[in-house]
């Protein structure tokens, strides 16, 4: 059961363990006295089978942290796409977009037979995690602002409509019309959007509305 790696080492404390044992027994048959011999040659023998038990449970615990390895890495790997998907959506829909390398887990390969490679393999699992996390957050972001301000500039455009003061009105439809134009630009300047934004706030404010943001929906994350 021990790997081929480590055989030579193991067999020679075997070797050593079992020339010490046949030379107590060649003493005590030839009516010497063992006593003194045999704790020592206990405590070693349960030394080396001690070490083989720990041995064998690490080998057992690396295969299952390369079976968890693979799963992990599948998963991300799952991610991985899901996150390109919405990248290349952010980039088509919004600008100025993110531009943030998605990693991809499979460019690991398989993770590695031995326990300190499994370890560092998880490691490595584990940055790239982080960093999908981190993509994810910035190209869905992106689009939420673009929900957020799409939200106001449409509320803000419906609020215009209680407005009497025929200057302050020409201002607003003009904020409106812009706005309609930049929305439906693709990608959309989320810039020029923001502007148009603020802008129309301060023009209510100015009407004595003093508007609150509205609220919009989140985007779906993947």
Excluded: F, M, W
């Amino acid at each position: 059961l021990v790997p081929r790696a480590a055989r030579a080492n193991v067999q020679a404390v075997y070797d050593a363990l079992l020339a010490r044992t046949e030379d107590v027994a060649e003493r005590a048959k030839r009516g010497a006295d063992v006593g003194g011999l045999l704790p020592a040659l206990e405590q070693d023998a349960a030394t080396a089978e001690r070490d083989l038990i720990v041995g064998a449970a690490r080998r057992t615990e690396a295969k299952a942290d390369a079976v968890r390895a693979r799963q992990l890495r599948d998963e991300l790997e799952a991610r991985s796409h899901a996150v390109a998907q919405l990248a290349a959506r952010a980039v088509a829909e919004v600008t100025p977009a993110p531009r943030l390398g998605v990693p991809d887990p499979d460019a690991l390969g398989d993770p590695p037979a031995d326990p300190a490679g499994v370890k560092a393999y998880l490691e490595r699992l584990d940055l790239v995690g982080r960093a999908l996390d981190q993509c994810q957050a910035a190209y869905a972001g992106a689009l939420e602002r673009r929900d957020e301000l799409v939200a106001e500039a449409s509320a803000y455009a419906e609020r215009a409509a209680a407005i009497t003061d025929p200057t302050l009105r020409a201002d607003l439809d003009e904020l409106a019309a812009r706005s309609t134009a930049t929305r439906a630009a693709t990608p959309l300047d989320l810039r020029r959007l923001g502007a148009l934004v603020a802008a129309q706030q301060a023009y209510l404010g100015a009407a004595g509305q003093h508007p609150n943001r509205p609220s919009s929906p989140r985007g779906t994350r993947p």
